[in-house]
């Protein structure tokens, strides 16, 4: 599964050359519990801290909402579709809320195991 | 665990004392007088074994009939010493009536250890994990029948993981013999057929003449690689009765193995291609057996300054090593123009994408003319039936032989071809591996920072405070499987020993770790080794007896389940299966999730006779508990430590 990684990088990688608008205002809140509820964090993780088997880190540096968007309606590789029959226009600006409340990885200095 | 005997002399018996070394020993004649026999040697032939007395108006009467109540000597007694011969120490089993002859001089007869499994499938996988260590195989004791039935799942785990598991299966061949209902339902023709797809070799033998030669055989052919699993039936009268007077019993020599190694013109043309080469990189999956394994890799990447990238079905590499770059085989092999692969299974996947999609495809990532180079002992050894040979990879050349074994050739050939120049050019290569396998650490400890205080733990913050807690002791990572965690261990820890990490169950037959752990843990508690095991939930259900076994064989060992409270691999798939047919995921829990109610692993674990904490939600809490449970596995005692995890 190492290659879904590899082409979602290369997708979310290839944001910036979409034509880019405004993420619309989403609730964070709500954006969670749909974040659980929609199965995004089985393969992002809870807190969108990705895994290098199942889907890629979402945050801190989240893609810009176009791209974000594209990705759910028409993934590439085995990410799984999410269509409007599943998530409407505004979970999607929720989850994406959601995705970019989230806090940064912890300090390094802070983590004295990790050395 | 029960140790038998220390001195089968003192046994009422002793019928083979000191025939237990490897050689031949006429045995058997002195005390075969002694036995109770129902016919004279000249008279007609005396039934093998104890008989059976027909109903008769005597017996109903009160009146005993003239049968045999004593017997002094045992077919079973042979059959440990054969087994002694071999260097067998230690024994799963759960009991069965059709090897109670064997059960019986085992623990009266023998010296060997007895781990008590509440299920075969248990039995064998411990059996597998502790050959992994001990580089040796246990001996597993099943019905021919339902014990083989139990068994089969962890059989074809160690059989596709080329690991030597050695079976005895009980069988009662003479119709006339079988006494009850359940021994008729126990008996089959034909014991082997159920399994013979993948084992390497079996029989049964129909003399306990016989049955000396085929264990031996079953021995060296389930030790010579590529090893396999082997199955001995055994037939209850034979175990059970008395050692016929007129057989000389032998117990036939044990073969040194020398592990077949590559051919030397084919290892030399090897060597010319990798001197050749602008980026060759070696790619190892079950290249090694033993610490030498490890030494030789090291060795051949040192002389070569290669990349080497280590699938991880074995500890292959150091994970410290400056030249280990499994972080990036993926893009080492795109751009190699040589790839060495050694014990590489599944060539295929190492060198193709696969797109699991509605249409699933593969698709190519090697550069087309890259040199493709196979050394494996899987070429020796296969059966068609079961498909865990792997998509075909057409390769340049495939040297049909133990990775291991040739290793030392290779390198040899290759320190004949290297000259100065080349040398000074492969180590300015060598330096740039070093910078990126350091790139590599550094990005691998960035990474295990972003969730590091979310709850459910996640999987980097969990295996680093494993590795905090037992980084000072003399471990042994003895079960996980690597995509379930994300790699975390290979990532993370520093490992160098052979039995630092014994990779995965090999048929991803799950329900492998639990078991595997405790016979790793039981091939490592002699040199005070703490084993971890860092345990999925989903595996830990198949046979949570196994716990108890570990109490009860007082096994040191760390459970740390691995508890993301799902099977995740199949939730992940539903949700793509669902999504895909535009239904939302809102049922996709159905028949993949493990909560509703949540399993309560402390407390389970508690009621087998294991030490435990948990469930542990809250990652600040898990490095003191961590450190108490290693101080209670150091006093030679299992325990378990319950965490709730992220799915990866």
Redesign the interface.
């Known amino acids: 599964m190492k290659h879904l990684l590899a082409s979602l990088v290369l997708t979310f990688g290839a944001a910036p050359a979409l034509a880019q608008s405004a993420a619309p205002a989403g609730d964070a809140k709500h954006g969670e519990l749909l974040y659980m509820a929609d199965g995004c964090y089985q393969c992002h993780g809870t807190v969108g801290q990705g895994s290098r088997g199942t889907g890629p880190r979402l945050t801190p540096n989240t893609i810009p909402y176009d791209a974000f968007a594209a990705q759910l309606r028409k993934p590439a590789d085995i990410m799984p579709p999410y269509t409007a029959l599943v998530v409407s226009e505004s979970q999607l600006a929720d989850i994406y809320a959601y995705i970019k409340s989230v806090p940064g990885p912890a300090k390094a200095g802070d983590v004295t195991i990790l050395h | 665990m029960s140790r038998g005997k220390k001195d089968p002399a003192l046994s009422r018996r002793g019928l083979l004392r000191g025939a237990g070394v490897a050689g031949a020993a006429v045995i058997g004649a002195p005390l075969a007088a002694e036995a109770q026999t129902p016919g004279q040697p000249d008279g007609p032939p005396r039934p093998i074994g104890p008989v059976t007395p027909a109903p008769n108006p005597r017996m109903e009467s009160g009146t005993p009939p003239e049968m045999p109540i004593l017997q002094g000597t045992a077919g079973s007694d042979y059959m440990v010493d054969v087994i002694q011969s071999l260097g067998i120490t230690q024994i799963a089993a759960n009991p069965g009536t059709s090897f109670r002859g064997l059960h019986e001089s085992l623990i009266n007869y023998s010296t060997l250890d007895w781990h008590t499994c509440t299920h075969e499938e248990a039995s064998v996988a411990m059996a597998h994990g502790y050959a992994k260590i001990e580089g040796k195989p246990m001996l597993v004791l099943a019905h021919g029948t339902v014990g083989l039935q139990h068994a089969s799942m962890a059989i074809y785990n160690a059989w596709c993981d080329r690991v030597p598991v050695y079976i005895m299966a009980g069988n009662t061949v003479d119709a006339p013999k079988r006494g009850s209902n359940a021994v008729w339902a126990h008996s089959v023709q034909d014991a082997g057929a159920l399994v013979r797809d993948f084992i390497k070799w079996d029989d049964s033998p129909a003399s306990l003449t016989h049955f000396g030669e085929s264990a031996v055989r079953a021995y060296k052919i389930g030790m010579t690689p590529p090893m396999a699993p082997t199955l001995i039936i055994i037939d209850s009268e034979m175990q059970d009765g008395p050692v016929p007077e007129n057989p000389k019993l032998e117990i036939p020599k044990l073969s040194r193995i020398a592990p077949v190694s590559g051919d030397q013109n084919a290892l030399a043309e090897v060597a010319k291609l990798l001197v050749n080469a602008e980026n060759p990189v070696i790619v190892a999956d079950r290249n090694t057996r033993t610490q030498a394994g490890i030494d030789r890799l090291v060795e051949l990447a040192e002389t070569l300054h290669v990349p080497v990238c280590d699938m991880g079905s074995r500890m292959n590499f150091p994970t410290r090593h400056k030249y280990n770059m499994s972080e990036r085989s993926?893009g080492l092999v795109a751009q190699a123009d040589v790839i060495l692969g050694l014990e590489l299974l599944d060539f295929y996947n190492a060198t193709h994408?696969?797109?699991?999609?509605i249409e699933s495809w593969s698709d190519s990532r090697i550069k087309k003319d890259a040199k493709l180079i196979s050394i494996s002992s899987a070429d020796l050894f296969n059966h068609a039936n079961y498909q865990d040979f792997m998509r075909y990879q057409p390769v340049d050349l495939a040297i049909p032989a133990d990775s291991e074994a040739s290793l030392p050739y290779l390198t040899e050939a290759l320190r004949k071809l290297i000259d100065p120049g080349m040398k000074a050019k492969f180590e300015a290569r060598g330096e740039k591996i070093a910078s990126d396998h350091a790139k590599a650490l550094t990005a691998a400890?960035?990474d295990?920072?972003?969730?590091?205080?979310?709850s459910?733990v996640?999987?980097?913050r969990l295996c680093?405070?494993i590795?905090?807690a037992i980084r000072s002791e003399d471990w042994s990572l003895a079960s996980t499987t690597g995509?379930f965690l994300?790699?975390w261990p290979q990532r993370?820890w520093d490992m160098s020993k052979h039995y630092h990490n014994t990779g995965a169950a090999g048929g991803s037959g799950i329900g492998y770790c639990a078991p595997a752990s405790a016979g790793a843990a039981a091939a490592n508690k002699k040199h005070g080794r703490i084993t971890v095991s860092i345990n999925p939930d989903g595996d830990m259900m198949y046979s949570p007896g196994v716990l108890w076994t570990a109490a009860n064989s007082k096994l040191p060992i760390l459970y740390v389940m691995h508890n993301n409270r799902a099977y995740?691999q199949e939730?992940?798939g539903i949700?793509?299966i669902?999504?895909?047919r535009?239904?939302?995921?809102?049922r996709?829990h159905i028949g993949v999730t493990l909560r509703d109610p949540f399993i309560d692993y402390a407390t389970m674990a508690k009621g087998l006779g294991v030490a435990s904490f948990g469930p542990i939600t809250d990652p600040r809490e898990l490095?003191p508990i961590l450190k108490k449970a290693v101080e209670i596995v150091k006093k030679g005692e299992p325990c378990l430590v319950d965490v709730v995890t992220?799915?990866?």
């Open positions: 993926r994408s696969f797109h699991d999609n400890r960035a295990a920072l972003y969730a590091w205080d979310a459910p996640a999987t980097g680093a405070e590795y905090e995509n994300s790699a993370l995740h939730i992940m949700q793509r669902a999504n895909r535009q239904r939302g995921i809102d996709t490095g992220q799915g990866r």
